[in-house]
T-cell receptor
Framework: EAQVTQNPRYLITVTGKKLTVTCSQN?????MSWYRQDPGLGLRQIYY???????DKGDVPEGYKVSRKEKRNFPLILESPSPNQTSLYFC????????????FGPGTRLTVT | GQNIDQPTEMTATEGAIVQINCTYQ??????LFWYQQHAGEAPTFLSY????GLEEKGRFSSFLSRSKGYSYLLLKELQMKDSASYLC????????????FGKGTSLLVTP
């Protein structure tokens, strides 16, 4: 089944404790992206990657890191999480269809206390 | 940059038709997308417009006018399960494949 997976789905952590949210896709997509979604603000892009070893900042990159060592994986790293990073996070990948539409993972709900 | 506007909330009756509007401003338009998102779930792709006109897909249709910076999503024969948030997103030539999302329209379908 073609899909984007994320882990963990839910995470409660404390300020300053490094964490990684994994993202993997099995559709051989070149494009991958991370978004955060907050009430009243909608989906905002954090980082994206056009291909292996190619990453770039989105609209809200502060406090986040990413890497793209393999085509299928695009982890999101929070080196020192803070309470303002409490949010719902989505990973997405973009395919070879004519629209190059993006497919989203199930989301990771992160709470930083 | 881009400025995308859509209504915050809409209510419609089961079996009716509803139109959700989206206006945008962008310097290098390269496609407009509509996504559906149920509460607590991932957005799912509904439609894509890059040329002017209407794209029909079952009960859902999407329209685009590039000269007016305007799109709408039309939902026919509304069902209770259509209660969700509908996200308008624009792709810009200068940002590759990146999508800029509006804040979404929360649609409530009532019996």
């Amino acid at each position: 089944e073609a899909q984007v997976t994320q882990n963990p789905r839910y995470l409660i952590t404390v300020t300053g404790k490094k964490l990684t949210v994994t993202c993997s896709q099995n559709m051989n997509h070149e494009y991958m992206s991370w978004y955060r979604q907050d009430p009243g603000l909608g989906l905002r892009q954090i980082y994206y990657s056009m291909n292996v070893e190619v990453t770039d900042k989105g609209d809200v990159p502060e406090g986040y890191k990413v890497s793209r060592k393999e085509k299928r994986n695009f982890p999101l790293i929070l080196e020192s999480p803070s309470p303002n990073q409490t949010s719902l996070y989505f990973c997405a990948s973009g395919g070879q269809g004519s629209a190059y539409e993006q497919y989203f993972g199930p989301g990771t709900r992160l709470t930083v206390t | 940059g881009q400025n995308i506007d859509q209504p915050t909330e809409m209510t419609a009756t089961e079996g009716a038709i509803v139109q959700i509007n989206c206006t945008y401003q962008t310097s290098g338009f390269n496609g407009l997308f509509w996504y559906q998102q149920h509460a607590g779930e991932a957005p799912t792709f509904l439609s894509y417009n890059v040329l002017d006109g209407l794209e029909e897909k079952g009960r859902f249709s999407s329209f685009l006018s590039r000269s007016k910076g305007y799109s709408y999503l039309l939902l026919k024969e509304l069902q209770m399960k259509d209660s969700a948030s509908y996200l308008c997103a624009v792709r810009d030539q200068d940002s590759g494949y990146a999508l800029n999302f509006g804040k979404g329209t929360s649609l409530l379908v009532t019996p």
